[in-house]
């Protein structure tokens, strides 16, 4: 990589479940893991198949936008079980802890680089989310580090669609080539920013996903933590 690759950029847009919650690990990938930890020997069809039904039902209920992240894995993790016919409280307890748990972990650490890094950069964030990640973002300490926060389900479109991208430009007040996204999804955050002429950074987690017409990214890291360094 060119070490002036990130010189003259001016503002950095983060994704946020997989990005800011962990080092690049979505969250499907996390309950697969989650369901075999706990005992729960359910096939990996039919979690993704619960997962999504789960998905889908919090993305269409408003009452999830004040939800915090363990009301909202409370919720979360309940739909999935009943998708699943599962009925073990205990079990759906330990699973909403163990995401928790290591969720507010990244969460802490994040928040504490983005203070950081706020003096010298304007900080943004453009999610795929269910209408509440601003107040996720307030309970981790994240929201004084961020000028803008955009989430899909209140815009009214999603990633992949550069119109996410497109307007949190236009709220930073600032040109792509003057932005950077870092993202851990190819597909949702690395291409559309590429093709507005954003600067690129990838983190890859231990499960990538990689389309075929993945392209080029300006960098890719495996830890949050080794963005400072890399933008300086």
């Known amino acids: 990589m060119n070490p002036?690759?990130?010189?003259g950029c001016k503002a950095i847009l983060f994704d946020f479940g997989g990005t800011l919650d962990s080092d690049g690990e979505h969250w499907l990938d996390r309950f697969y893991a989650l369901y075999e930890d706990l005992g729960l020997r359910i096939p990996l069809p039919e979690i993704k198949r619960a997962f999504?039904?789960?998905d889908a039902l919090c993305s269409s209920d408003s009452r999830v936008v004040s939800l915090g992240l363990r009301r909202l894995m409370i919720r979360h993790v309940r739909m999935q079980f009943e998708a699943l016919g599962l009925t073990d409280d205990e079990?759906?307890?330990?699973?909403v802890e163990a995401f928790c748990t290591k969720s507010e972990r990244f969460l802490h650490r994040n928040a504490y680089l983005l203070r950081r890094m706020k003096g010298r950069y304007r900080l943004g964030l453009v999610?795929?989310?269910?209408g509440n990640v601003a107040a996720l973002c307030e309970e981790a300490g994240l929201a004084p580090a961020l000028d803008?926060?955009?989430d899909s389900a209140l815009v009214g479109v999603s990633k992949p669609d550069p119109a996410i991208f497109r307007a949190a430009l236009e709220r930073l007040q600032l040109p792509p080539e003057e932005v950077v996204c870092v993202g851990d999804s190819f597909e949702r955050d690395m291409i559309p920013a590429r093709e507005l002429g954003m600067k690129t950074i990838w983190l890859k987690g231990p499960?990538?996903?990689?389309?075929e017409n993945a392209g080029p990214v300006n960098?890719?890291?495996?830890?949050?933590?080794?963005?400072?360094v890399l933008v300086s």
């Open 207 to 211: 499960h990538p996903r990689i389309p």
């Open 52 to 54: 999504y039904h789960a």
């Open 4 to 7: 002036e690759t990130f010189h």
């Open 127 to 130: 999610s795929n989310f269910y």
């Open 91 to 95: 079990k759906e307890s330990e699973m």
């Open 148 to 150: 803008v926060i955009l």
């Open 219 to 228: 960098a890719t890291i495996s830890s949050l933590s080794e963005l400072e």
